[in-house]
């Protein structure tokens, strides 16, 4: 099973907006609506922020959203923070209780 | 507060074994399923496991890259869980996270992490 492809990094200033690309294959991203992001600080866990391509826990606010088309799921990031710096990474289900997880992304608060 | 601790991780030798634990707290681990995913330094993201709860059997399933090797195991009734690491290889280095949903989110999905521990495969 392969890691799906995301940019190595991205960046913005604040108040932009970002989008970061998450690619696999038939197999995970677009044979499956089971897409999350997650984000992580240095040297902390990662933390859920997107699942089921579109919805975000309780507590994420909503300049957070992701969506899905064919094989690529993005995570769009609005009104950027300077505590959004991070390092994102994107998480398919890949059918028979596997999971693939993305490379990583990370984000730069200019 | 639901909450998960990793413990166990080591500095060893490469072909020996190592076992980790994941214990939780704040919620019965025994209705859970989960899964142990592994951060090698400056990489990122490795789903390496998960176990079913007991309802389904306690069965599991691996990532390739561990199959054969690594054994996820739970012992309900004292909220913990084991990654028995087996033939251990320096590219198994990493930061070893266990993780599991909330009810919220569904089974699917990585939603309680522990604060991971540091296995070290080195001679």
């Known amino acids: 099973q392969s890691a799906l492809t995301q940019p190595r990094s991205v960046s913005g200033s604040p108040g932009q907006s970002v989008t970061i690309s998450c690619t696999g294959t038939s197999r995970d991203v677009g044979g499956y609506n089971y897409v999350s992001w997650y984000q992580q600080h240095p040297g902390k866990a990662p933390k859920l922020m997107i699942y089921d391509v579109i919805k975000r826990p309780s507590g994420v606010p909503d300049r957070f959203s992701g969506s899905k088309s064919?094989?690529?799921?993005?995570?769009?990031?609005?009104?950027?923070?300077?505590?959004?710096e991070a390092d994102y990474y994107c998480c398919s289900y890949a059918g028979s209780f596997t999971w693939v997880f993305g490379g990583g992304t990370k984000l730069t608060v200019l | 507060e639901v909450q998960l601790v990793e413990s166990g991780g080591d500095l060893v030798q490469p072909g020996r074994s190592l076992r980790?634990?994941?214990?939780?707290?704040?919620?019965?681990?025994?209705?859970?399923?989960?899964?142990?995913?592994?951060?090698?330094p400056g990489r990122g993201l490795e789903w390496v496991g998960f176990v079913r709860s007991k309802a389904f059997g306690a069965t599991t399933e691996y990532a390739a890259s561990v199959k054969g090797r690594f054994t996820i195991s739970r012992h309900d009734s004292e909220s913990i869980a084991y990654?028995?690491?087996?033939?251990l290889k320096m590219e198994d280095t990493a930061i070893y996270y266990c993780t599991t949903y909330r009810v919220e989110t569904g089974w699917i999905y990585f939603d309680v992490w522990g604060r991971g521990t540091q296995v070290t495969v080195s001679s």
Request: glycine share 10%; net charge negative; aromatic share 8%.
């Open chain 1, 70 to 84: 064919g094989n690529t799921a993005s995570l769009t990031i609005s009104g950027l923070q300077a505590d959004d």
């Open chain 2, 20 to 40: 980790l634990s994941c214990t939780a707290s704040g919620f019965d681990l025994g209705y859970q399923a989960m899964s142990w995913v592994r951060q090698a």
């Open chain 2, 83 to 87: 990654l028995q690491m087996n033939s």
